[in-house]
């Protein structure tokens, strides 16, 4: 491919996850994989090239643009050797007319900007993000798995942590395969670690998806007590069966979960747990790192939508604890609406439960629970806090 030809090819992948950021479709990862299985003819270089200038044009483009053109009119406009390959050649794109309006440039949609809350570093949301590892104490130890990556550095507070350089291909590793490692931002480390759950405990990961905290709570219980892990997604709890069995924590129980009728499920389940996670569905403001093209996904009326939901499963989850027992709240999102708001809600709402102190270095107390941003702790942005239910 020409450099001009990557450029057109990044403006009609552009075109698809607008496209599928508006309609609720697969996400941007997902249209690039699929658009080069029908280019065989793309080598690695011209991939790599044409997902360096989607990826730049997304994180620079707050709000959805107009269009895929629109999206590489405003990258080109910062930068003049995306500027010349506008030049008209075979397969490349038409020249940009003087007065083609470009998308404009900005870190945060203009209506979200002011719900995110007050620390958040907003212009550190579309930062670079490392690949974190988590060595899993069931089959590993720190000191086994540091020498097989020798550029992986220490993370602050996580003695299981390690980090490497963006994009390090993990999975491809032998010690990935033998489930000597996971895959694991520090924020989603540090949240498994704040839950303090300890071998011989009840504890019900609620909304576990594909486990990743399932396995790292899995691993500080030693493989012993009860964990049960349980999602409304089918989908998603079936990826936990394979990575447990990787992993080595074939005691998880996994329960699926009939959306809105989720008390029923888990009326067997009351006064148990010690610990109960919430890890719950959010608008993903601290994943942006990530999922850049995640903010023209996002709109007044699904926020509003999901900080129902999470009022919701909150209520569900409170009678399963036992007396003493602690509910973790945590979202990957930054609104004050999601995080400290559904604290305050959840209090006033139910009585005999209190906001404890969370005791790690990491991060920033926030209404009653705790802050991790990628500007402030290099991790993904989090908010959680340790509810719990007196005797
Ligand atoms: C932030 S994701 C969880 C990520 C997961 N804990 C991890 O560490 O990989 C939120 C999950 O909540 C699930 N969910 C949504 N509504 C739910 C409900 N009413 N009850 C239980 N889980 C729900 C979603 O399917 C999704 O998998």
Redesign the pocket.
Known sequence: MTPSARVQAAVELLDAIIASARDGGPAADTLIARYFKERRYAGSRDRRAVRDHVYDAVRRTAERPESGRAAMIGLARERAEIAVLFDGSPHGPAPIAPEEPGAAGGAVPAWLAPLLANPVEQQELLGRAPVDLRVNRLKATPDKVAPLFPDAVAIDGLPDGLRLSEGWPVEQSDAWKQGLIEVQDAG?QLISAACAVEPGMTVI??????????LALAAAMAGEGTLIA????RS?LARLAPRAERAGATFIETLL?D?GH?AGALESLNGRADVVLV????SGTGTWRRNPEARWRLTPARLDRLVH?QA??LDFAAPLLAPGGALIYAT?ALTDREGAGQVRGFLDRHHGWEAEQIRIEQGRDHSGGRLLTPGHDATDGFYFARLRRMA
């Open positions: 989603s990961d609620l909304c576990a998806g594909a486990g990743g905290k399932t349980a999602d409304t997604i998603r979960l959306q989720e890890d719950a569905p959010c939901e919701r499963i990957c």
